[in-house]
Nanobody
Framework: QVQLVESGGGLVQAGGSLRLSCTTSRRTFSSYAMGWFRQAPGKEHDFVAVIWWPSDTTYYADSVKGRFTISRDNGKNMVYLQMNSLKPEDTAIYYC??????????????????WGQGTQVTVSS
């Protein structure tokens, strides 16, 4: 059974940092790509970042570029999202997702096959 479990969310002041972690099963980790999305209250799931296997090529949403870094540790079956210089508008539930199918846009949640339960990130001003 494929499982994704996020952790590391919390409350932080603007300008602060958090590191989100996503634990994956081995089968999931052989996926083509691992992504992070976020959903603010009343809004859709927005793409945040993605890292492709095995090239480790990364892509970011313009709103987080230069502040967030996605990485993976193959040995530990972990994916991370380091978030620096956090802003109140970064407040959302953050989801880890795995993309195994080919095709589909890496920026669209519909292209991802498996999802975690989400972790809340709240940034106070």
């Amino acid at each position: 059974q494929v499982q994704l479990v996020e952790s590391g969310g919390g409350l932080v002041q603007a300008g602060g940092s958090l590191r989100l972690s996503c634990t994956t099963s081995r089968r999931t980790f052989s996926s083509y790509a691992m992504g992070w999305f976020r959903q603010a209250p009343g809004k859709e799931h927005d793409f945040v970042a993605v890292i492709w296997w095995p090239s480790d090529t990364t892509y970011y949403a313009d709103s987080v570029k230069g502040r967030f870094t996605i990485s993976r540790d193959n040995g530990k079956n972990m994916v991370y999202l380091q978030m620096n210089s956090l802003k109140p508008e970064d407040t959302a539930i953050y989801y880890c997702a795995a993309k195994e199918r080919t095709g589909g846009s890496q920026y669209s949640r519909n292209a991802y096959d498996y999802w975690g339960q989400g972790t809340q990130v709240t940034v106070s001003s």
